[in-house]
């Protein structure tokens, strides 16, 4: 397993063959099985693709022109635009996207007691550990991931239509087309601090 944490690379650059369902399944398996606080297993997987997915594209076109408008949390910067415009290129190519949601998730509008603070806190750690282990599993089948953070450009819409919950982030999923070179990483000095 050490050496599948070492080839694991962002793919954004996908070929049009499609991941079977059985492949896919082992990757969301994978995801199951990651740890979480108290055993909630606060996720549910949506798997989109085919008319599902042209549908799901729209909207996230729509959130980002409504956040070009000057609408929505992350109006402002081109520079955000750009490249949420390229995460959605990303996205058309890839054969599968997969929804993290969490159908326990509380409205960030809402009043949170320390309690759901806590839960919510959690719960959002136990899904990275569920996207990690699927990012991992399908690196191991030769199969490229990407974690998407620009779905909040269209949160609203993409929310609405998932309608299960609150939705905490997607991946892409599909067989690479280039070979990404890993990045840089921060010298073990700079992020490992040991106290005795």
């Not at 909207?59 to 980002?64: A, D």
């Not at 990407?146 to 309608?163: C, P, R, S």
Request: glycine share 8%; proline share 4%; charged share 25%.
């Amino acid at each position: 397993m050490y050496n599948v944490i070492f080839k694991r690379r962002s793919v954004r650059f996908f070929k049009s063959n499609p991941i079977s369902k059985v492949d896919m399944r082992e990757i969301l398996r994978a995801g199951m099985w990651a740890p979480s606080a108290k055993n909630r297993q606060p996720w549910k997987f949506v798997v989109v693709r085919g008319k599902s997915k042209d549908e799901m594209l729209a909207l996230m076109e729509k959130g980002i022109e409504r956040s070009e408008k000057g609408e929505g949390v992350l109006a402002g910067s081109s520079d955000l635009y750009t490249n949420a415009r390229f995460t959605l290129k990303c996205m058309k190519e890839a054969y599968n996207i997969v929804f993290i949601v969490n159908p326990n998730g509380r409205d960030i509008e809402e009043e949170w007691t320390p309690a759901d603070k806590i839960h919510e806190l959690s719960d959002v750690q136990a899904i990275g550990a569920a996207a990690q282990n699927m990012a991992l599993q399908a690196t191991s089948m030769g199969i490229g991931s990407l974690w998407i953070g620009n779905i909040f450009f269209a949160y609203e819409e993409l929310t609405e239509w998932l309608g299960k919950g609150q939705m905490v982030l997607a991946m892409a999923f599909g067989y690479p087309n280039h070979n990404p070179c890993p990045l840089a990483r921060k010298s073990e000095d700079e992020v490992i601090e040991v106290r005795d």
